[in-house]
């Protein structure tokens, strides 16, 4: 395990309108007030379509990461995420996980790690800023290459 005390900055309630880019959105409100390191304790609203990571396949090695995607559409979301930056990049690296009903389908539902999704009507949120220590993302080699959170540094996470 791996635990430190955050200092909090501020918070935000943020708006993402009909049509935005979540992601793109996302980013362009971190740059613009400066925020490399937060998190997301819930957002909510609806997605005219997601990338969830997810395959209808069996999976090969239970251990790895899927890296697939299944995509759905019209769907009411519940979710949560932290923000890292991502030093090999230069750029935020946020992690949303969501729960999403299928509309049309009885909102039967899917949850899964989200890599795209273009907002219906409206996605509110809420941004809490963390001032330190600085959270980062990097990309672990001996864990598939995935990218784990870490406090403070951008090494390795210990085992």
């Not at 635990?3 to 409100?29: N, Y």
């Not at 925020?35 to 997605?47: D, V």
């Amino acid at each position: 395990m791996r635990a430190t005390q955050l200092s909090i900055g501020r918070t935000f309630g943020v708006v993402f309108d009909h049509g935005e880019d979540f992601f793109e959105s996302l980013s362009g409100f971190c740059a613009e007030q400066g925020i490399r390191s937060g998190y997301i304790p819930m957002f909510l609203g609806g997605f005219s379509s997601v990338e969830l990571v997810g395959s209808c396949e069996p999976i090969a090695d239970p251990d790895a990461p899927v890296w697939s995607s299944v995509s759905v559409e019209c769907v009411e979301a519940l979710g949560v995420a932290t923000l890292a930056w991502d030093e090999d990049r230069d750029r935020l690296a946020p992690h949303v996980h969501l729960s999403v009903g299928l509309k049309g389908q009885a909102a039967q539902g899917r949850t899964s790690h989200l890599l795209g999704a273009t907002v219906q009507f409206v996605s509110e949120l809420l941004v809490v800023e963390v001032l330190a220590p600085v959270m980062t993302r990097p990309a672990q080699p001996q864990l598939y290459d995935v990218p784990l959170l870490t406090f403070g540094s951008a090494g390795p996470v210990p085992q």
